[in-house]
């Protein structure tokens, strides 16, 4: 019953930076661990960061640690990912995600729920 949609999504120069927004419905968002996970052309769908219920709790893939951020407004019901110093293969498909994860980093079993998607291309 949670509806997940991504926004601020396109391209962007390699070195740029870009801001992702994840709005639910449906539910109250505090009572969800959420994530943002990506999937690049040819390649298998990879968690990118959680966030805890609270958003209290950050973790990160080794591949965009110190160069993302998530973030959590529950009031808003959004979560955000902050994304710098893009690289041209930070290139994919993004989905936000909810799940119970806590305090763990997200993986793909504990997705409850998923969004359908926002496209981010880094030029070279």
């Known amino acids: 019953q949670v509806q997940l949609v991504e926004s601020g999504g396109g391209l962007v120069q390699a070195g740029g930076s870009l801001r992702l927004s994840c709005a639910a419905s449906?539910?109250?968002?505090?009572?969800?661990?959420m994530g943002w996970f990506r999937q690049a052309p040819g390649k298998e769908r990879e968690i990118v960061a959680s966030?805890?219920?609270?958003?209290?709790?950050?973790n990160y893939a080794d591949s965009v640690k110190g160069r993302f951020t998530i973030s959590r407004d529950n009031a808003k019901n959004t979560v955000y990912l902050e994304m710098n110093s893009l690289k041209p293969e930070d290139t994919g498909e993004y989905y936000c995600?909810?799940?119970?994860?806590?305090?763990?980093?997200?993986?793909?079993?504990?997705?409850?729920?998923w969004g359908k998607g926002a496209l981010v291309t880094v030029s070279s």
């Open positions: 966030i805890s219920r609270s958003g209290g709790v950050t």
């Open positions: 995600a909810a799940g119970s994860w806590s305090y763990r980093l997200a993986a793909m079993d504990g997705v409850a729920y």
């Open positions: 449906g539910h109250t968002l505090s009572i969800y661990a």
